[in-house]
């Protein structure tokens, strides 16, 4: 398999962790959406990343769906979402609000990178969104005391918050104070001191 993308990005990063995680071979081509737009356009043609070419040559995109076939390769106690209900809404619930904060967070980052003005409409609807989320999913993890969100092995969504909040963090430093969100710091904190974590990581780099 190759992954093909950044692991500035949370959507890369999370689908590296979870190749890591079930010991699937793959290789990282480290392109860039916007540098490496016309050697990523044959593979997607949404210039998009994460892109995950398999073996046959058959190109997934978008996370959600190559997580979903990454969990269909393995056995399913092994599997990082809960197969039995109601784990698994719960958990694809919090993995959703994860990732759709993400993507606000690089709408944000683009709209001020790319922009001669900015929106300040859309950025304020973008801060909006990110910290309802965050206000959500800080109850929602303080009220786990176990290990991991869900229990005391990590999962999909454990993955995806951590991601999510290492951007944020990296690319809009003073977005947010952490220490209005104690138990999602201390969650980021301890997922990021895993060495699968430090293995699959980028400093954030701004496109050009």
Avoid at 14 to 19: E, N
Avoid at 24 to 52: C, H, K, M
Avoid at 114 to 133: F, G, P
Avoid at 174 to 196: F, I, T
Wanted: with cysteine; glycine share 4%.
């Amino acid at each position: 398999m190759i992954l093909i993308g950044q692991y500035d990005s949370p959507f890369v990063r999370r689908v590296g962790v979870a190749l890591r995680l079930y010991d699937i071979a793959f290789e990282q081509w480290p392109w860039s959406t916007f540098g490496d737009a016309d050697r990523l356009r044959p593979y997607n043609p949404l210039t998009r990343v994460p892109t995950l070419v398999l073996d046959d040559g058959e190109v997934l995109i978008d996370s959600h769906i190559i997580i979903d076939h990454l969990d269909s390769l393995v056995p399913a106690e092994r599997r990082l979402f809960p197969v039995a209900e109601p784990a698994r809404r719960k958990a694809l619930k919090v993995a959703t609000l994860a990732t759709g904060m993400s993507d606000k967070a690089v709408s944000l980052f683009y709209e001020k990178r790319l922009h001669t003005e900015i929106s300040d409409a859309w950025a304020k609807r973008c801060r909006m969104q990110i910290d309802a989320v965050l206000s959500v999913l800080e109850a929602d993890r303080a009220a786990h005391t176990t290990a991991y969100w869900f229990g005391e092995d990590i999962g999909h969504a454990d993955i995806a918050v951590a991601a999510g909040l290492g951007f944020i963090v990296e690319a809009h430093p003073g977005l947010m104070d952490m220490a209005n969100y104690p138990a999602l710091d201390r969650h980021r904190r301890r997922l990021e001191s895993l060495p699968v974590f430090k293995d699959i990581y980028q400093a954030f780099i701004a496109p050009a």
